[in-house]
């Protein structure tokens, strides 16, 4: 049982992170050279130029989580219908989850309880605030905010285009590397320094039927010193077939209250 003492808390993470699509034949991606004289803003027009592009999606991800000295792996079944609507199921169906842009919904077999409420369970797992539409961006290898609505600085740093904010944030501070090739994210980094918080992501990626998408993340979230690090690797999905997705909390379970 050991395998799922946590497996609520990683049920809830990745169901909202699962949020991008792929298909069965890949290629990794890698390469690329960078041009030093490229403008942040033509960096930042590249990046939005390569977006993939499916309505639904089933599959596998495999899934290792590790904080302190608490480290689980396990493979989750994933169906999604993008933007609407995300359902995921741990092996047995110890585990299922049902996540919309307004709710985030689970439940436990092995410890009889539910949760059934908004972001603010995730974004306190995590360590920073995220909703719907930012965790999609993380899962993507999309900036998980819009770099449009600022001007940033640029610069050629370890291979990759690095992207600072002209004027510094009051309460975070946030920094992005584009891998060169694509132009899609290669390190994003949120922090809040007066709060001890920090999500950073990095990624390579993989050639699906012409779109560029994540082949692997590690996603590393601290918070008071608290370090919670999470492996996606995403496999065997497709897209765009015909899907649905049963959810029903058992009757009798105990609900989460956060505190």
């Known amino acids: 049982m050991s395998l799922y003492k946590n497996i609520s808390k990683i049920a809830v993470i990745l169901a ?5 699509g792929a298909c069965k034949s890949t290629k990794s991606i890698s390469g690329g050279e960078v041009n030093s004289k490229l403008s942040a803003k033509n960096i930042i027009s590249a990046h939005y130029s390569n977006q993939p592009n499916f309505k639904t999606l089933r599959g596998r ?19 999604m219908e993008k933007d609407k609507v995300i359902w995921m199921s741990a092996p047995l169906g110890v585990v299922k989850a049902h996540i919309t842009p307004n709710k985030v919904s689970f439940y436990n077999k092995l410890q009889n309880e539910y949760f059934d409420g908004d972001f603010s369970y995730l974004s306190d797992l995590l360590g920073t605030e995220l909703d719907f539409e930012k965790v999609q961006n993380l899962l993507l290898g999309n900036a998980v905010l819009d770099l449009r609505k600022e001007k940033f600085n640029s ?11 002209k004027k510094a944030r009051e309460l975070f501070k946030i920094l992005f590397q584009l891998e060169p090739k694509n132009f899609k994210i290669d390190t994003q980094e949120i ?9 950073l992501a990095k990624y ?8 560029v998408l994540p082949e692997d993340i590690k996603i590393v979230a601290e918070e008071a010193g608290e370090l919670t690090t999470i492996d996606l690797s ?26």
Request: no cysteine; proline share 6%.
């Open 191 to 199: 922090s809040q320094p007066e709060n001890a918080r920090q999500l």
């Open 16 to 20: 909202m992170l699962l949020t991008f």
């Open 155 to 165: 610069e050629v740093y370890n291979g990759n285009y690095q992207l600072k904010p």
């Open 204 to 211: 390579t990626y993989q050639d699906i039927s012409g779109n």
């Open 61 to 79: 991800v495999k899934i290792d989580y590790a904080n302190g000295d608490d480290s689980q792996g396990v493979n989750v079944s994933l169906r």
């Open 234 to 259: 995403f496999r065997n999905l497709e897209l765009n077939k015909p899907m649905n997705f049963p959810y029903k909390v058992p009757k009798g379970y105990d609900k989460i209250t956060l505190k």
